[in-house]
Nanobody, 123 residues
Framework: QVQLVESGGGLVQAGGSLGLSCAASGRIASINIMGWYRQAPGKQRELVASITRSGTTNYADSEKGRFAISRDNAEVYLQMHSLKPEDTAVYYC???????????????????WGQGTQVTVSS
């Protein structure tokens, strides 16, 4: 089955940098948009950044100039700089993928999520 596996994250001091990686695996025909979302305690999940297959990027206003999203085939990365305590959250990888469904034995388009990785920024 198609899945997204994240790596990176951890604890960093305010003003520091951190990188996240996410790899899609499984029987995949194509990947359209890939992105990163985050969810802080007591808040809704929100978009951090996204990138299309052609490389067009989109950032939430609060991340512009501090975060950089990139991708390479079936992997997407997020480089975070000048981190602030308010960036503390669980970060989730997200991708729009056409993959092989072993349940239905056909190609299906679906939105997949990673398991989430904690980013904590201390003041």
């Amino acid at each position: 089955q198609v899945q997204l596996v994240e790596s990176g994250g951890g604890l960093v001091q305010a003003g520091g940098s951190l990188g996240l990686s996410c790899a899609a695996s499984g029987r995949i025909a194509s990947i359209n948009i890939m992105g990163w979302y985050r969810q802080a305690p007591g808040k809704q999940r929100e978009l951090v950044a996204s990138i299309t297959r052609s490389g067009t990027t989109n950032y939430a206003d609060s991340e512009k100039g501090r975060f950089a999203i990139s991708r390479d085939n079936a992997e997407v990365y997020l480089q975070m700089h000048s981190l602030k305590p308010e960036d503390t959250a669980v970060y989730y990888c997200n991708a729009d993928i056409i993959g092989w469904s072993t349940t239905t034995s056909r190609w299906l388009g679906n939105v997949y999520w990673g398991q989430g990785t904690q980013v904590t920024v201390s003041s």
